[in-house]
């Protein structure tokens, strides 16, 4: 992955939105100091939380994007983040190769996992929330026990280091994606290799189930999106419109995807179809994250400027129309 990943956050300023022509008005959130990696929705779709290059992970109201909490402990970057399944609790994962429990009410240090030697990328709360899935650079993924931190299980496959992870939707699997190209699926009971998904030619950035679970969505360096049967493996649709490597992807309303993209787009396209069905020249650099609120009335993006763009109507949020 060639990004340089370190992390941070600062206050939030809302500043003025920003107009491009025609295109739909975003909020503009002034306050990381540098990029914003990550992005995600609370389950009840009432608060964000945003994690950046400048070391902590902040907070926010979904209505207007007002500052409710900035959380700070990791020692180096913070590059990702997942809410437990109830919303009470938000875990962050960093380039001290920590995991790091937060209470979403108070914004105080619940517990910290010394998950792996290396950088954790990627970290993901299981359906029931007893369990967290990780992906590092030190090449594998593992799960844990989101209680006391024990691990339970490694995962060893991939053969360079690992991006993303992302359980199913009853928890027993969990899908892998890195720098060797490859889509891994594990059960997380046996820790054995399910299946691997070949056909991304370079990094795979981000991995995802789709609603109904019958699905799994990668993006990547290779500036495609592809959709593959959760059962089969096979490859289903190959989506090619980004001019740049795709990083991050999420589901929207009505059957549709989004994806955030190096060519400083966010597209929306419909996931039967693999057709565009819209494009936003959102920001002025890299897009690294996008998220959907859970009720359809919000949606985040993030990159290198590193403004967070908050859409909140039926013209502004990507995909409705």
């Given amino acids: 992955m060639k990004i340089t990943f370190r992390c941070a956050l600062a206050f939030v300023a809302l500043s003025p939105s920003i107009t491009r022509g025609?295109?739909?008005?975003?909020?503009?959130?002034?306050?990381?100091?540098?990029?914003?990696?990550?992005?995600?929705?609370?389950?009840?779709?009432?608060?964000?939380?945003?994690?950046?290059?400048?070391g902590t992970?902040?907070?926010?109201?979904?209505?207007?994007?007002d500052e409710r909490h900035t959380l700070k402990g990791h020692t180096g970057d913070v590059l990702r983040l997942a809410y437990s399944p109830n919303g009470s609790l938000l875990a962050s994962s960093g380039g001290d190769g920590t995991v790091r429990i937060w209470d979403t009410k108070t914004g105080k240090a619940e517990r910290t996992i010394k998950a792996h030697g290396n950088w954790v990328p990627g970290v993901a709360f299981s359906p029931?929330?007893?369990l967290l899935a990780t992906a590092s650079a030190d090449k594998t993924a593992a799960i844990w026990d989101a209680a006391?931190?024990?691990?339970?299980?490694?995962?060893?496959?991939?053969?360079?280091?690992?991006?993303?992870?992302a359980f199913n939707g009853n928890g027993k699997r969990v899908a892998s994606v890195g720098k060797d190209s490859v889509v891994r699926v594990w059960d997380t009971a046996s820790g054995k290799e399910e299946m691997t998904f070949k056909g991304h030619t370079g990094e795979v950035y981000s991995v995802a189930f789709s609603p109904n679970g019958n699905e799994i969505v990668?993006?990547?360096?290779?500036?495609?999106?592809?959709?593959?049967?959760a059962t089969t493996?096979?490859?289903?649709?190959?989506?090619?419109?980004?001019?740049?490597?795709?990083?991050?992807?999420?589901?929207a309303p009505g059957g549709r995807l989004l994806s955030s993209s190096a060519d400083r787009t966010v597209k929306a396209w419909d996931l039967a179809t693999g057709k565009e069905v819209r494009v936003w020249p959102a920001h002025a650099g890299d897009v690294y994250a996008v998220a959907y609120s859970p009720k359809g009335d919000r949606c985040v993006t993030g990159g290198k400027d590193p403004a967070i763009f908050l859409w909140s109507d039926d013209d502004a949020v990507p995909g409705k129309k």
């Fill in 148 to 165: 006391t931190g024990e691990n339970r299980c490694t995962f060893k496959g991939h053969t360079a280091e690992v991006w993303g992870v």
């Fill in 22 to 54: 025609d295109e739909p008005t975003p909020t503009a959130l002034r306050g990381h100091t540098s990029d914003v990696w990550c992005l995600v929705f609370s389950p009840d779709g009432k608060q964000f939380a945003s994690a950046s290059k400048d």
């Fill in 57 to 65: 992970v902040q907070i926010r109201g979904a209505a207007t994007g």
């Fill in 128 to 130: 029931d929330g007893s």
């Fill in 233 to 251: 493996g096979a490859e289903k649709r190959k989506i090619a419109g980004h001019k740049g490597g795709v990083y991050a992807i999420a589901f």
């Fill in 218 to 229: 990668s993006c990547g360096s290779d500036k495609s999106v592809r959709i593959w049967d």
